[in-house]
Each structure stands twice: as structure tokens, then as C-alpha cells.
């Protein structure tokens, strides 16, 4: 049977009727509505309006729409491709065209940049002082093709934003009449996105044109977590050439991701070597004193007085990231207001007993030598044995080195828990430390394997 071009096939109505029930509305306006049917010797062919959409549709939505084609049409299969069907002629005269008078359109121009974010008040240790050299150095000398683009990679919550938005301040601070940009990637995705949905419907928008103006005639790109870009060929294209625009006419752009570029699955090469091109850098979970220092500056901010025991104990305990040990010290502040109390370490453990308790419900020995023996590939088993063997001994220390860092067991307790002495275990932690620092591969385990037992 082949349909009517005036309207939908009726497998399509009911395809869509029932992913209505299963797919956000968004998804369905934004992914499927678009889509153009037809049905033809057993097959549904369907056809998007650009590429953007039959990327998105094929990644998440193809395989259940053909079952639902099998299922509700009894067709044979489903087909999708770039294109339109044809349309019948009209017998009324279109609208006239309004004429063009030769004036772009300008939407007035927003940084989206936080003040609150700046050099002065970021907290700078051992783990971060290269991100925030890097950041420093991009705001005082943008555009400068050695410092082009500075990307900051990590972990969450350690700071990579903070250093990006307080980059950009810094830039607008030496020329307020720089148009500094700070989005999000899903922000850009989004951004773009829209402009090829309004191109489509309206063919004279002209909206993917003022897209592209609006990122290729700033001073200064920052984006944040550009691995947002994964798994979208289209953005990470235009993306690629909003870049290389900047680039060529020496404007700074400012990146961050969770990870390093070659980490980062489904990201174009050719993207992935620009990102890396520049000044890369990572910034690592901060070390017991720049936890203690973060406590004592966001305590300063709030004007509320903390306890050393209580500043030692939350540096120790809130290992992973500094949003979480922010979150902490709000938790005990607002408790405190409201309650009218002191903040004492007995106050403290009460506050955030539920916060330690899940911390240790995750991070315990056993999990890290379960995802340490994954990570390297090892059985557990292997990875508690007495072989000396090098690969497996260095997986071992790492493991031990890990229990150290993210638990708060004794050298003994650990110790006891892979069958050495406490003597091993510190051995471990001092060969891993110096490891962290002279070899890159070791490092990167560890920031790896830091990632996966804390978030």
C-alpha cells in the first residue's frame, strides 16, 4: 500500500500515538514530529529534516520505532534518510517576501559570567595550581596562539568552572568592552539546534546565520563541559568550525571537560586534536591542606567561625570534590543558624552523620579492591595474591594507596585487608605518590580510578 503525500500513513499516526506515552514531549516535538512517513512495498520510510534530527533519531529512537512499525503495520521494515516528500503545488498565491533592508538583526549580546567567580577568591593548592596558572595566563594574554585554547580537565566540583568564569571576569576586568561568552555544551547544542528548527520551518529565518555570528564575533568562547559534545556528529561539526574561526583571528577560548580529549568516546579527531593542541591541563581532587584552607575560606565568606577540630575533621572526611565539602558546611551553617547553636564537633558528626554514613555504605576497601582489580583487568583474587610480578604488584599498591586517600582505616586496618603490614602499605603509598607526579599513566589511574569511587 502506498499512502496518501496529503497526510501521515496510518502506521506512523499510530507509532507516534504510542511513543507519545514513552518518549518526554520534548523528545517527541523536537525528534519525531519533524519527521516526514511513507509507506511503500512493506516499508515505512521516514525522512528527516536535516541532519541533526536523523542523527538523534537513529541513536535513540530507530530501533523502536521499526519494532512498533512490525508490530502495529505489519510492515517490514523501517528506512531513514535526509529528504522531504514531494509537495503537491498550490493553486493560492504564497505571501509576499518582506524586504530586506540590508540591517542584520543583533539580539543584544549576553556574557552569562557569574562576578562572584575570581582569582582572589579561589582557593589555590598543590592539586590545582597549574589550572589556575593556566586560566590566569589565558586572561592576561587572550588569544595568544601558545595559550590557545586552555582546557581544564578533572573530576566534578574541583574547580574547573570557577578558574574558566574567573578567566573570563579577568578578561572583561582589563577591557570592559570584551564580549566574552560563557555557555554550557548542552547550551551550544541547544542553541544550534534550535536555529536548524526555525530554518526549517521558516525559510527565509536566516537563524542559523545569526547562530554562527553569535559565537564567531566574541572575544573570548568559554565552554563548559565540552564532553557534552559526545555522540552529536552535527554540533561537534559546527562547533569545529566556530572554532577554527576564534582561532584564526586570535580569540581565546577556554574549555573543560571531565576528561582528557583522547578519554572522551564518539568525539571527531579532528576535534579532539584541537582541544588538545593547546594548554591542557588537569586539576586533581585537592590534598588534605587545600581542603582545610577551602573550609576556612567558605567559613570566612559566611562570617561564621569553625572549629579546628571540626575544619580537620570535614577536610579529612570530604575527600572527593569541593562542591561536596562545600555542601557539607552549608549543611552544618544552616543548622546551626537555625538552631542558635555553636558549631562543635559533636554538633558536626550529628549534622552529617547520614552524609559519613553513605560515604562509607560506597568507599570501603573491598569496593576499591573490586574496582581496582577491574580497572587493571584482574581477577580479586590475583590482585590479593603474593605474586611480585610488576604489573600486578603496582595494581596492588595503587589499590592500597587508594584505601589510604579515600577511607579513614589505619595503615594496620589496611594492611590486614590485603594480607601485608602496615610497613607495605606505607611503601605503597610513598612509591603511588611519587609515581602521581613523575609518570603520566600513572597519574591518570589514579585520577581514573578516583572518579569511579567517588561519584
Given at each position: ?37 511513507r509507506v511503500q512495498g512493506g516499508v515505512l520510510h521516514l525522512f528527516a529534516p536535516n ?124 577591557n570592559p568592552k570584551a564580549r566574552v561568552l560563557y555557555l554550557r555544551a548542552d547550551d ?268
Open positions: 500500500m502506498t499512502s496518501s503525500l496529503s497526510a501521515p500513513p496510518d502506521t506512523w499516526v499510530a507509532c507516534l500515538e504510542r511513543l507519545s506515552s514513552e518518549v518526554p514531549a520534548e523528545a517527541l516535538h523536537s525528534w519525531l514530529k519533524p519527521l516526514q512517513a541532519t541533526f534530527v536523523l542523527e538523534e533519531v537513529r541513536e535513540h529512537h530507530l530501533d523502536r520505532i521499526r519494532e512498533l512499525a512490525i508490530h502495529l503495520g505489519g510492515l517490514e521494515s523501517v528506512e531513514l534518510k535526509i529528504g522531504s516528500l514531494a509537495v503537491p503545488s498550490q493553486t493560492h498565491t504564497p505571501a509576499p517576501t518582506p524586504p530586506v533592508t540590508g540591517k542584520t538583526i543583533e539580539e543584544p549580546f549576553e556574557s552569562h559570567l557569574d562576578n562572584y567567580f575570581t582569582f582572589d577568591n579561589f582557593v589555590e593548592g598543590r592539586s590545582n595550581s597549574m589550572a589556575r596558572a593556566a586560566a590566569l595566563l589565558a586572561a592576561q594574554n587572550p588569544g595568544n596562539r601558545q595559550n590557545n585554547p586552555v582546557l581544564l580537565f578533572g573530576g566534578t566540583g574541583l574547580g574547573k568552572t570557577h578558574l574558566m568564569v574567573a578567566a573570563g571576569n579577568l578578561i572583561r576586568q582589563n551550544f547544542f541547544n542553541r544550534f539546534f534550535r536555529a536548524l528548527q526555525e530554518d526549517y520551518t521558516n525559510k527565509n529565518s536566516l537563524a542559523r546565520d545569526r547562530f554562527k555570528r553569535s559565537f564567531t564575533k566574541v572575544d573570548a568562547l568559554l565552554i563548559d563541559d565540552v564532553h557534552l559534545l559526545a555522540e552529536k556528529p552535527s554540533t561537534q561539526e559546527e562547533f569545529f568550525h566556530t572554532f577554527n574561526t576564534l582561532f584564526d583571528n586570535k580569540r581565546q577560548i577556554i574549555l573543560t571537560s571531565d576528561r582528557y580529549p583522547r578519554e572522551i568516546d564518539k568525539l571527531e579527531p579532528r576535534l579532539r586534536s584541537r582541544m588538545s593542541n593547546g594548554l591542557a591541563v588537569a586539576i586533581d581532587p585537592p590534598d588534605f591542606e587545600t581542603r582545610a584552607q577551602i573550609v576556612l575560606a567558605k567559613a570566612r565568606e559566611r562570617n561564621t567561625s569553625i572549629p579546628e577540630d571540626v575544619v580537620m575533621m570535614l577536610a579529612k572526611r570530604m575527600q572527593s570534590n569541593v562542591r561536596e565539602l562545600e555542601g557539607a558546611l552549608n549543611s552544618l551553617v544552616a543548622r546551626a543558624n537555625l538552631m542558635g547553636q555553636a558549631i562543635t564537633m559533636e554538633f558536626a558528626n550529628d549534622t552529617l552523620r547520614d552524609l559519613f554514613r553513605s560515604q562509607q555504605a560506597v568507599i570501603n576497601i573491598p569496593n576499591i579492591q573490586k574496582v581496582v582489580a577491574d580497572h587493571y583487568s584482574l581477577q580479586l583474587r590475583v590482585l590479593l595474591s603474593d605474586t611480585r610480578k610488576r604489573t600486578i604488584a603496582r595494581a596492588r599498591q595503587m589499590a592500597m594507596a587508594l584505601a589510604r586517600e579515600l577511607t579513614d582505616r589505619s595503615l594496620p586496618e589496611i594492611g590486614e585487608a590485603f594480607g601485608r603490614d602496615h610497613s607495605t602499605v606505607m611503601n605503597a603509598c610513598k612509591v603511588i605518590t611519587h609515581l602521581r607526579e613523575t609518570d603520566a599513566a600513572v597519574h591518570e589511574d589514579w585520577e581514573k580510578l578516583t572518579r569511579k569511587l567517588t561519584e
